[in-house]
T-cell receptor, first 114, second 113 residues
Framework: DSGVTQTPKHLITATGQRVTLRCSPR?????VYWYQQSLDQGLQFLIQ???????AKGNILERFSAQQFPDLHSELNLSSLELGDSALYFC?????????????FGPGTRLTVL | ELKVEQNPLFLSMQEGKNYTIYCNYS?????LYWYRQDPGKSLESLFV?????AVKQEGRLMASLDTKARLSTLHITAAVHDLSATYFC?????????????FGTGTLLAVQP
């Protein structure tokens, strides 16, 4: 158990809908990362927050947004969902934001868009 | 742009055999990680490699790093069925303000009895 929690574990929804994925980092970790894992795109970095501020952005669609709250939990919002958004979404956390801070991954949320 | 290539994509091995997974990356990186993923599960950290010539071993797995060649290898010795999983390498950028991970494509390892 990495100490990173994600809810829900599974989510099934329809095209055009909006969902919110939630992540609670390890106690004391200030940085949160979101990654998407799909069959066609592999594992790719979406976005990073550090202590409430956006730190880095990857291949995140405009339909997706994220935020980190004062209690350091993070939410990833996915809107106008398409079939291709079906994927496993991982959250990770680390103590800091720069290269020597190892990330610890949560169990993931499996999103299925029908 | 930092890119990571991993090969092979799929590896079918017999128990007791040895093999190596290769991970190449395109630009200088601060750190290289190896992860294991079981089907539908999260990523389990196996190794963190920091410097040129670094070698780490855990059980039947040994990872090494050659920063000059921008190459890491994950060597499997005397494979057993329990090692069947997907293995990913991932790198961070160099000296940047973020430690986002760039992942390789993954190697699906199937160890046959």
């Amino acid at each position: 158990d990495s100490g990173v929690t994600q809810t829900p574990k599974h989510l099934i929804t329809a095209t055009g809908q909006r969902v919110t994925l939630r992540c609670s980092p390890r106690s004391g970790d200030l940085s949160v990362y979101w990654y998407q894992q799909s069959l066609d795109q592999g594992l790719q970095f979406l976005i990073q927050y550090y202590n409430g501020e956006e730190r880095a952005k990857g291949n995140i669609l405009e339909r997706f947004s994220a935020q980190q709250f004062p209690d350091l939990h993070s939410e990833l919002n996915l809107s106008s969902l398409e079939l291709g958004d079906s994927a496993l979404y991982f959250c990770a956390s680390s103590g800091g934001a720069i290269s020597w801070n190892e990330q610890f991954f949560g169990p993931g949320t499996r999103l299925t868009v029908l | 742009e930092l890119k990571v290539e991993q090969n092979p994509l799929f590896l079918s091995m017999q128990e007791g055999k040895n093999y190596t997974i290769y991970c190449n990356y395109s630009t200088t990186s601060d750190r290289l990680y190896w992860y294991r993923q079981d089907p539908g599960k999260s990523l389990e950290s196996l190794f963190v490699l920091l410097s040129n010539g670094a070698v780490k071993q855990e059980g039947r797995l040994m990872a090494s790093l050659d920063t000059k060649a921008r190459l890491s290898t994950l060597h499997i010795t005397a494979a057993v069925h329990d090692l069947s999983a997907t293995y990913f390498c991932a790198v961070t950028g160099y000296g940047g303000a973020t430690n986002k991970l760039i992942f390789g494509t993954g190697t699906l390892l199937a160890v046959q009895p």
